[in-house]
């Protein structure tokens, strides 16, 4: 299979020995990969390396799953869980865009019943907001694989148990929550995420959704809680915050990635949301380097 090579993408794998009488969660490997050949096949049938549990998140591009007779394309903000061994195969099958996305390997010991009643509520192909809260810690388990910091089968199994509760907590009540909003703020939502870096004008998106923009500005934020405006500044936030610490790329360039038309604007924003600058959160100046902040 082709796998893209860059410094940002990579699978790392884990194979610590525990005491049998300790009960922890076992991480078996996680990645963040862009692959661009029909060489890229996984058979659940087939496959040696079980019994595990696989998350896998598209972030661009498409793959498609098999399972049980069903066909489905795993296009961008769409995941999968699958079972392994299973009945399901998991490809590239497309000749123009790359398929990226991150995903997580896990065991089945202890978690199993979680991740069952997660997939239960969710589906087996959830479509998740890349800013949402089990997607964000996915990324972060990356980085910090990445970066060496998960050396030891303790912290390993925290981030599984994190991971899958994060999972259960999001199906359980931020799905239900969104399930209960109108069907057009839903549509904003997603399009925001999804778009964040080539964002239209409110005045389109309102237009695509047929309704006046005084009455999406006025419903969007009595159901989300901040107006569309603040919710594409904090999206862009947090993508920032993953460029400045997994690239060197000038604050003018991540600016521009991420959607603003000029990079002291962006120092603005992100200094008015986390009460830094992006160059003192990326340098670690502070009393803390944090690896990424959290704010409402």
Request: overall charge negative; charged content about 20%.
């Amino acid at each position: 299979m082709v796998i893209e090579a860059n410094a940002n993408y990579g699978t790392y794998g884990f194979r610590f020995s525990g005491s049998p009488q300790l009960a922890m969660c076992s991480l078996f490997a996680v990645g963040h990969e862009r692959v661009h050949s029909s060489s890229y096949f996984w058979d659940g049938l087939t496959r040696t390396d079980g019994p595990l549990l696989l998350f896998q998140y598209t972030v661009e591009g498409e793959g498609v799953l098999e399972s049980e007779q069903q066909t489905e394309q795993i296009g961008a903000g769409r995941a999968f869980l699958v079972e392994i061994p299973g009945d399901h195969r998991y490809f590239y099958a497309s000749d123009t865009e790359p398929w990226e996305f991150y995903f997580l390997l896990i065991r089945p010991d202890l978690i199993l019943p979680n991740w069952m009643e997660a997939k239960k509520r969710i589906g087996s192909t959830p479509l998740l907001p890349f800013g949402s809260s089990p997607i964000r810690l996915l990324r972060d388990i990356f980085m910090e694989a990445k970066a060496g910091r998960i050396s030891d089968p303790y912290l390993a199994s925290s981030y599984v148990y994190q991971f899958i509760s994060e999972l259960c907590r999001y199906s359980s009540s931020n799905q239900r929550n969104r399930e209960s909003w109108p069907e057009k703020i839903k549509l904003a939502v997603i399009y925001i995420e999804n778009h964040y870096a080539s964002m239209i004008s409110l005045d389109m998106l309102a237009e695509d959704l047929h309704i006046s923009k005084y009455h999406f500005l006025r419903t969007f934020a009595a159901v989300v809680g901040m107006t569309p405006n603040d919710y594409l500044n904090r999206i862009r936030t947090e993508r920032a915050m993953e460029l400045l610490r997994q690239t060197d790329d000038s604050i003018e360039h991540i600016a521009q990635q991420i959607g603003y038309s000029s990079g002291s604007y962006f120092i603005k924003v992100f200094r008015r949301l986390t009460k830094l600058t992006p160059g003192a959160f990326r340098s670690g100046h502070e009393s803390l380097l944090y690896n990424r902040l959290f704010f409402n």
